[in-house]
């Protein structure tokens, strides 16, 4: 059975970073493509960072030169660094999964067949 399980979320001030781990089980997670979501409550899921199995990224604009995604292969995780943080990156963070390859990988919800639980990110003024 596949499980995405995120951490790392927190709060944390203005301007500071955070990163974010979405430890993956019951299968081989290089063969599938990672990405990371986020949503606000009364707003969208919103795609932030993909990551295909060949190592291909695309980020969404609002977040493009602040945050990075990596991947251990060996450790089955997928990581989420975040720097530059502002209150308008408040919300709980989502780890999903699919089994498709793209190029660029999608940022859109429907495209992912396999999700976590969240993890909250909270930034103050």
């Known amino acids: 059975q596949v499980q995405l399980v995120e951490s790392g979320g927190d709060l944390v001030q203005s301007g500071g970073s955070l990163r974010l781990s979405c430890a993956v089980s019951?299968?081989?997670?290089?063969?599938?493509?990672l990405a990371w979501f986020r949503q606000s409550p009364g707003k969208a899921r919103e795609g932030v960072a993909a990551r295909n199995r060949n190592g291909v990224t695309n980020y969404a604009a609002s977040v493009k030169g602040r945050f990075r995604t990596s991947k251990d292969n060996a450790k089955n995780t997928l990581y989420l660094q975040m720097n530059s943080l502002s209150p308008e990156d408040s919300a709980m963070y989502y780890c999903?999964?699919?089994?498709?390859?793209?190029?660029?990988?999608?940022?859109?919800?429907?495209?992912?067949?396999?999700w976590g639980q969240g993890t909250q990110v909270t930034v103050s003024s």
């Open positions: 999903a999964a699919r089994w498709e390859l793209s190029y660029p990988p999608p940022l859109e919800a429907s495209a992912y067949r396999f």
């Open positions: 019951g299968y081989d997670s290089t063969s599938a493509s």
